[in-house]
């Protein structure tokens, strides 16, 4: 049924929420700010690194000072992205199963392109991703359609030729706005309430209920 599954990254491939809360607060500990746990962060997670640092100062974000703790977050990031970074469990199966198929896969995320690039080569090099838009100044980030659409036209595909998988409010809204099919992903940094509001076509609890749901749409 579909030919082009397009995946987000953080929150639904990969646990990057302690590399963001540890390089984060970094920032925040040099500069006497209390930091956040984990929880926060993943609240905080979604919408690329500028808005994170963003809403990690909180009310100790001043105008004037803000590019300075957003260049020591980007400087932090640089040396520390995959610190205690993972796969989810069965993950890999899912991607293994598209591989095999036949289906174009690509990922599409508003994490820096330079560090998405990284992260897929080194995680997912062998599982047949073959495109990754990341946040560039080159276009506008999600909920935004247009990388969506942009890798839709890089194979002539049609909007029901596509599936869209993520975790998070930011990416149902991308799919939807692009006018593609969904699948939520309950183990991310969003809760199951916030997916449903948003009314994807499927909702899979683990990473084996996705393949599950591969397993009927993509053969």
């Not at 987000?8 to 646990?15: A, H, Q, R």
């Not at 004037?64 to 205690?84: P, Q, S």
């Not at 080569?121 to 946040?135: K, L, M, N, T």
Request: net charge negative; with cysteine; aromatic share 12%.
């Amino acid at each position: 049924m579909f030919k082009l599954v397009i995946w987000d990254l953080d929150g639904t491939l990969v646990d990057s929420s302690e590399s963001l809360a540890f390089c984060m607060n970094n920032v925040l500990i040099q500069h006497g700010f209390k930091t956040h746990d984990i929880e926060a962060y993943k609240r905080f997670i979604g919408n690329g690194l500028r808005k994170l640092c963003e809403r990690a100062l909180g009310d100790n974000n001043t105008p004037d000072a803000f590019d300075g703790y957003y260049r020591e977050l980007l400087d932090n990031y640089a040396k520390y992205f995959d610190y205690n970074l993972y796969v989810y469990d069965g993950i890999y199966d899912c991607l293994e199963y598209l591989k095999g198929t036949g289906c174009h896969i690509a990922v599409n995320t508003n994490k820096r392109q330079d560090a998405a690039n990284v992260i897929v080569d080194q995680f997912f090099g062998s599982y047949g991703i073959e495109h990754v838009y990341g946040a560039s100044s080159e276009r506008p980030k999600k909920p935004d359609p247009h990388s969506v659409l942009a890798i839709m036209d890089r194979y002539g595909l049609t909007k029901e030729d596509v599936l869209y998988i993520g975790d998070s409010d930011i990416d149902m809204m991308t799919g939807k706005n692009a006018s593609v099919h969904r699948v939520g992903v309950a183990w991310g940094f969003r809760t199951l309430d916030e997916l449903k509001a948003h009314e994807p076509e499927f909702i899979a609890n683990d990473p084996s209920e996705l393949l599950a749901v591969l397993k009927e749409v993509i053969v």
